[in-house]
């Protein structure tokens, strides 16, 4: 007689692939019972169909999510959170003090994605040689527009113009442009430092040379549960051309680090994020921190790595990399999570590409590429099935995760204006992965949908090897 498996209720806070990702990921327990209640932005067809109960709320309000917890509450056991404008709002805080359920993501105090200047001031007392020059420029301490465009223009004599320019708040103003990319002259550099100035302080900072990678770690508060490396697209075009967007696709190689990086490298990455986790937890343990507080972005340079940012929750597209490969049941991971007593987390030693397609109107497509766009099908139904019986055929290494798709009253899926579905192709190495992708990325139709075809590519990679090879030698 096979013993009943224990039932388990989950609350997974979802806005786009991820939160597909997530839920797959519970779903796929073969310790547990997993019934998924959803709180979704949007009618993400994959969830609906994989849960218990599905409701949406477009603007992932956390008093909305919480009234609707609240009416669960007999059967749910703890809440997983992905997108962070509700970890930022205070989900967790909100939920656990009205629902009395554990939740994993930080508390909004430790959201410390919420401010870029406090993560650079933080970084400065922890690890300052990670952290690149910067000057912070605060509304309240101008008396004139002239005093801050001089005192604007004489740090950049410092840096020869070489910066980024970055709001303190998450997308505030025009978000993060950086010289040579987003403008070419002090004017334009200058009208896009004002229209941040003008929804509060402003951080510029020194534009660094190097290769990205993206550090990730489980953490219950105690201890930090490093996650192997990944590298993400954050331009929307090959070639690294065209606007940045929420990222395009992302890699992981079979090990620990990324094919341009060595031990070395990924080694110095997990020291500095443990000086941080060490700096904010405190003695002993600080429970506030639960989840993924550390989703790092560094940046390689001849002289090693440096911090360009960190994110309080999962990355999306890097997160999908790793849960497919979780040699752990995730649920008895949330649950050690929630103990404290997660020590560590085992994944297959396989890599992993992620590849999304977008609609026309995503990343500009449609204005560079006009004579490319399928105008036939601009607005038509996602269809998914050839896709899917693809990735059942491939037994685990594809899997699908729709993310900016609604499921409409005619039965059929759509998509909406962001990143619309992702594949995610494993293999024992990084090419092998990439196939696998990008056949289920073809098998996917309608909605004129375009993709990058040079994720993860040979040439791609080859490069940022070449690159850190020269940066290297220049020290």
Request: aromatic share 8%; hydrophobic share 35%.
């Amino acid at each position: 007689m096979v013993e009943a498996l224990e039932r388990v209720g989950v609350l997974v806070v979802s806005y786009g692939s991820r939160g597909a990702a997530i839920l797959d990921s519970l779903l796929r327990s073969d310790e547990y019972d997993v019934n998924a209640y959803v709180a979704d932005r949007q009618r993400n067809p994959f969830n609906i169909r994989f849960s218990k109960e599905h409701v949406v709320i477009p603007s992932l309000d956390p008093v909305e999510i919480s009234r609707f917890a609240a009416r669960r509450r007999e059967e749910l056991d703890f809440a997983i959170v992905g997108p962070e404008k509700p970890i930022i709002a205070g989900l967790r805080d909100i939920l656990e003090a009205e629902v009395g359920i554990p939740v994993i993501c930080p508390t909004r105090k430790y959201a410390i994605e919420k401010s870029k200047v406090a993560q650079r001031r933080l970084f400065q007392e922890v690890a300052p040689e990670v952290n690149p020059r910067f000057k912070v420029f605060n509304p309240e301490d101008y008396g004139s527009l002239s005093d801050v465009k001089a005192d604007l223009f004489k740090w950049l004599d410092e840096l020869n113009d070489e910066v980024a320019v970055k709001p303190d708040a998450p997308a505030a103003g025009k978000g993060v442009g950086v010289w040579g990319d987003h403008f070419n002259t002090r004017s334009e550099l200058y009208e896009h430092f004002m229209a941040n100035f003008k929804e509060g302080p402003v951080i510029v900072e020194e534009k660094i040379e190097g290769e990205e990678s993206s550090f990730q770690a489980f953490c219950d508060g105690k201890h930090l549960a490093p996650l192997p490396e990944t590298r993400d697209y954050k331009r929307a075009f090959d070639g690294d051309r065209g606007p940045n967007t929420g990222g395009m696709g992302s890699y992981r190689d079979s090990g620990l680090h990324l094919p341009f990086m060595d031990e070395a490298d990924w080694e110095k990455e997990r020291s500095i994020v443990e000086r941080i986790f060490r700096r904010l937890r405190g003695d002993g343990s600080n429970p506030e921190i639960r989840g993924v507080p550390f989703y790092v972005a560094f940046i390689h340079t001849g002289r090693g790595p440096m911090i360009l940012e960190n994110n309080s929750r999962p990355g999306d597209p890097e997160i999908m990399n790793i849960l497919p490969l979780l040699r752990d049941d995730f649920v008895e991971v949330c649950f050690r999570m929630i103990e404290g007593s997660l020590t560590r987390v085992d994944v297959e030693s396989k890599a992993s590409v992620v590849t999304y397609k977008a609609p026309p109107s995503y990343g500009e497509y449609e204005r560079f590429f006009p004579d490319k766009v399928r105008r036939e099908e601009v607005g038509t139904p996602i269809i998914l099935d050839e896709a899917e019986k693809l990735a059942s055929r491939y037994g685990g290494r594809l899997r699908i995760y729709p993310g900016s798709m609604e499921l409409r009253g005619d039965g059929k899926a759509y998509a909406l204006r962001s990143r619309t579905v992702c594949t995610v192709g494993v293999g024992d190495d990084i090419q092998e992965a990439r196939r696998v992708s990008l056949e289920g990325l073809k098998a996917i139709r309608g909605g004129a949908l375009w993709h990058r075809t040079d994720i993860a590519s040979e040439d791609h990679i080859s490069r940022s090897i070449e690159h850190m090879r020269r940066l290297r030698r220049r020290g």
